[in-house]
């Protein structure tokens, strides 16, 4: 299992306000697979890449408006720290802990 493998409990500062969810990552070397699963329903990754102790990746908004989320984020022990750029709509931080 690689350090950035786990369900994170995660709060992202969006313009609509925080938005809590749960992001699981699952690794296979340099890439990832997994769901973000909260306020606004479950986005998929797509194009996960894995770097280390680094995540990148993009996911599809489809409501309230469609957009595509470009993501990344770091991990250091069991804290998430990135940021989701929100196309137009700049960029919002992302923060989590490790809950399994």
Same mark, same amino acid.
């Given at each position: 299992? #690689?350090?950035?493998?786990?369900?994170?409990?995660? =709060?992202? $500062?969006?313009?609509?306000? #925080?938005?809590? #969810?749960? &992001?699981? +990552?699952? #690794?296979?070397?340099?890439?990832?697979?997994? =769901?973000? *699963? %909260?306020?606004? @329903?479950?986005? $998929? +990754?797509?194009? %996960?890449? +894995? !770097? @280390?102790?680094?995540?990148?990746?993009?996911? /599809?908004?489809? /409501?309230?408006?469609?957009? !595509?989320?470009? *993501?990344?984020?770091?991990?250091? @022990?069991?804290?998430? /720290?990135?940021? =989701? /750029?929100?196309?137009? &709509?700049?960029? *919002?931080?992302?923060? @989590?802990?490790? +809950?399994?």
């Amino acid at each position: 299992m #690689s350090v950035v493998d786990g369900d994170w409990e995660c =709060v992202t $500062d969006t313009p609509m306000g #925080s938005m809590r #969810s749960t &992001f699981t +990552v699952r #690794s296979d070397g340099g890439t990832f697979t997994g =769901v973000n *699963a %909260g306020d606004l @329903g479950s986005l $998929d +990754v797509i194009d %996960g890449r +894995v !770097d @280390g102790n680094r995540l990148m990746w993009t996911m /599809k908004l489809t /409501k309230p408006m469609a957009i !595509d989320l470009h *993501a990344s984020a770091t991990i250091e @022990g069991d804290t998430l /720290k990135g940021d =989701v /750029k929100l196309g137009g &709509f700049g960029s *919002a931080p992302m923060r @989590g802990t490790r +809950v399994g």
